[in-house]
């Protein structure tokens, strides 16, 4: 089966401008999660939503958003873009959580502020 | 909140030695504990949950809530278990609910 697929893979905005990144998760699952991977963080919890709507959100601020389509594909944005929010973006699907049911992750979109 | 620790950043050992990457975490519920890893150029992927009692590849890991730890043993290390290591929580329920809490990483390199 298709696996999840991250677009765009690579991302090079300048300061100040804003971003979207697009999830598309495996068929029938309904959780999609975001992180946010740099070296010195690791990997961090931004949010996880499940049928359309958002179960939990991470300590980011709020120019971090998301939403869930009726498809299960997400969408993450960042507005006001600054040198620190660059980044590997991860998303990962499962079918009902990624603490209940195995989470598969996408090979993320790579974002570069300048 | 929910913390996990995985203390070592580095770990190498020789092909057919033992090895364990630790993980501790804080929590103070009843957690998931899960280990990831990700290979060279490939995507994170799940290794084993202490909940399945399984051996993947050779791998164990066993929950000991008594000392809040999860490590990663495997027997006999092969030069294709290289790779990075993750361990990860999740709690039940509340504003621990569809989230992921991921240590550090081990990077473990096994030389041949």
């Known amino acids: 089966k298709a696996g999840v697929t991250q677009t765009p893979r690579y991302l090079i905005k300048t300061r100040g401008q804003q971003v979207t990144l697009s999830c598309s998760p495996i068929s029938g699952h309904r959780s999609v999660s975001w992180y946010q991977q740099t070296p010195g963080q690791g990997l961090q919890f931004l949010f996880e939503y499940f049928s359309e709507t958002q179960r939990n959100k991470g300590n980011f601020p709020g120019r971090f958003s998301g939403r869930q389509f009726s498809n299960s594909r997400s969408e993450m944005n960042v507005s006001t873009l600054e040198l620190g929010d660059s980044a590997l973006y991860l998303c990962?699907?499962?079918?009902?959580?990624?603490?209940?049911?195995?989470?598969?992750f996408g090979q993320g979109t790579r974002l570069t502020v300048v | 909140a929910q913390r996990v620790t995985q203390p070592e950043k580095l770990l190498s050992v020789f092909k057919g030695a033992p090895v364990e990457l630790k993980c501790n975490y804080s929590?103070?519920?009843?957690?998931?504990l899960f280990w990831y890893v990700q290979y060279s150029r490939q995507r994170l992927q799940l290794l084993l949950r202490h909940i399945s009692r399984e051996s993947i590849k050779g791998f164990t890991a066993d929950l000991n809530k008594g000392e809040t730890s999860f490590h990663l043993k495997k027997p006999f290390a092969q030069e294709e278990d290289s790779a990075m290591y993750y361990c990860a929580l999740s709690g039940a329920g509340g504003t621990s609910y569809g989230k992921l809490t991921f240590g550090q990483g081990t990077i473990l390199t096994v030389h041949p």
């Open positions: 990962a699907s499962s079918l009902q959580g990624p603490g209940d049911t195995e989470a598969f």
């Open positions: 929590y103070s519920g009843s957690p998931e």
